[in-house]
């Protein structure tokens, strides 16, 4: 599945806008660098757990990536984590690797779409 046109929610980036201090540093472009840098660290957790059929590593992982996809407005990224996370609290190892089937193309699509944003909230 090619995720080319990735679109982050406007709900989530006006969210994160409202809660601009006036005068301090970009509180989105914050938050997209801080998503960048701890998705890489989370997408790591996953894999390590899938590939050590570690479920209690695969469900944590996946949980804080699906909270902070959502946090970003990233849904396709955080609905495809939840996938995931249900697998692993439901214990389903084959559907957790099933799961995460997409979910790295998925991830750079994701930070296209992130990086975009910052660029925008940058200029």
Known sequence: MQHTDIQLDPAAI???RALQVPGRPSLVVRVCDLFETSTAALVGELAQ?????????????????????????????A????????????????????????L???????????AALRRAESA
Do not use: W
């Open 49 to 77: 757990g899938l590939s050590s059929n570690d479920l209690a590593l695969v469900t944590r992982a996946a949980h804080t990536l699906k909270s902070s996809s959502a946090n970003v407005g990233a849904t396709d990224l």
């Open 104 to 114: 790295q193309a998925l991830l750079e699509a994701t930070l296209a779409a992130i």
């Open 14 to 16: 006006a969210a994160l």
């Open 79 to 102: 609905n495809h984590a939840k996938a995931i996370e249900h697998c692993g609290r439901g214990g389903d190892l084959a559907g957790c690797h099933a799961a995460a089937a997409g």
